[in-house]
Nanobody
Framework: QLQLVQSGGGLVQPGGSLRLSCAAS??????????VGWFREAPGKEREGIAC????????EYKDSVKGRFTVSRDNAKNTVYLQIVSLEPEDTAIYYC?????WGQGTQVTVSS
């Protein structure tokens, strides 16, 4: 049974960087078979999709508001998808989730504050 385990996140100052990880295990196929989405849920707001990487060739797409600061990548050997975030802003404070086939990771908190 496929499981997604997230890591990374934490408290970061504005302008800082983070890398979030989403490790897949237990599935019958490697993570590069799947499209993986990244979502975030800010306090008082609905969960929103912010980035994704397709299966196979690994094409990426981003929400306009995060383009240029967020980068999705994949390490097939580690069966892990990453979300690299640079130039963090207080508005990026949220719980971040990865998603594969409607299966969610456990979420990881990112707090941007001085």
């Amino acid at each position: 049974q496929l499981q997604l385990v997230q890591s990374g996140g934490g408290l970061v100052q504005p302008g800082g960087s983070l890398r979030l990880s989403c490790a897949a295990s237990g599935g019958t196929k490697a993570v590069d078979y799947y499209a993986v989405g990244w979502f975030r849920e800010a306090p008082g707001k609905e969960r929103e999709g912010i980035a994704c990487i397709t299966g196979g060739e690994g094409g990426t797409e981003y929400k306009d508001s995060v383009k240029g600061r967020f980068t999705v990548s994949r390490d097939n050997a580690k069966n892990t998808v990453y979300l690299q975030i640079v130039s963090l802003e207080p508005e990026d404070t949220a719980i971040y989730y990865c998603n594969v086939l409607n299966l969610w990771g456990q979420g990881t908190q990112v707090t941007v504050s001085s």
